[in-house]
């Protein structure tokens, strides 16, 4: 059964950093990208970014490059999201989803979500 | 790419037949997908390459367009199905989604 676990909920000072993880199985890690999608409270879904966890090729949205890092460790199936500065803005759930591959584009299975909380 | 679902909001009853169109600020061919999300919830992927029905999803789900304009069809809504719906395309990066659409019961 293919599966993407998230890390636990998070609450964070800002100026804090952090990083989320997003673990894979049931599955060859390394043959499918993973992407991080952001859902603000209240607001919809936004693209962050996506990295092919068997070189670390990464393509950021605009809107996040130079604000997080996606990182992954295909020894242990896990890719990563992290920040070095939180702010306040950055509070919303975080979804890891895997890119379907095979030549069909669309993000067939989803984490269940990390909650990062930043408040001083 | 922009994407830009309609409407924003709809109110519908069990039973109803439901369209939400999406509408992509330049051609992306079939690279769409539509998902819906539940409160709470981890979005679901619905369909993708605009009309291709994933895996158990019920077939009252439907998915038609190409180029720039696409829409997501229920064909006779059920309970379980009031939630959010969103659109994405995957033409280039970045995999852009529309602003979403809630469906609520009437």
């Known amino acids: 059964e293919v599966q993407l676990v998230q890390s636990g909920a998070e609450v964070k000072k800002p100026g804090e950093s952090l990083k989320i993880s997003c673990k894979g199985s049931?599955?060859?890690?390394?043959?499918?990208?993973i992407g991080w999608v952001r859902q603000m409270p209240g607001k919809g879904l936004e693209w962050m970014g996506i990295?092919?966890?068997?070189?670390?090729?990464?393509r950021y949205s605009p809107s996040f490059q130079g604000q997080v890092t996606m990182s992954a460790d295909k020894t242990i199936s896990t890719a990563y999201l992290q920040w070095s500065s939180l702010k306040a803005s950055d509070t919303a759930m975080y979804y890891c989803?895997?890119?379907?591959?095979?030549?069909?584009?669309?993000?067939?299975?989803w984490g269940q979500g990390t909650l990062v909380t930043v408040s001083s | 790419i922009q994407l830009t679902q309609s409407p924003s909001s709809l109110s519908a009853s069990v039973g109803d037949r439901v369209t939400i169109t999406c509408r992509a600020s330049?051609?992306?061919?079939?690279?769409l997908a539509w998902y819906q999300q539940k409160p709470g919830k981890a979005p679901k992927l619905l369909i993708y390459?605009?009309?291709t029905l994933q895996s158990e999803v019920p077939s009252r789900f439907s998915g038609s367009g190409s180029g720039t304009a696409f829409t997501l069809t229920i064909s006779s809504l059920q309970p379980e199905d009031f939630a959010t719906y969103y659109c994405?395309?995957?033409?280039?990066?970045?995999?852009?989604f529309g602003q979403g659409t809630k469906l609520e019961i009437k």
């Open positions: 330049q051609g992306i061919s079939s690279y």
């Open positions: 989803a895997r890119h379907c591959g095979r030549g069909i584009s669309c993000y067939d299975y």
């Open positions: 994405q395309h995957l033409y280039s990066y970045p995999h852009t």
């Open positions: 049931g599955y060859s890690f390394t043959s499918y990208w």
């Open positions: 990295i092919n966890p068997g070189d670390s090729d990464t």
């Open positions: 390459a605009a009309s």
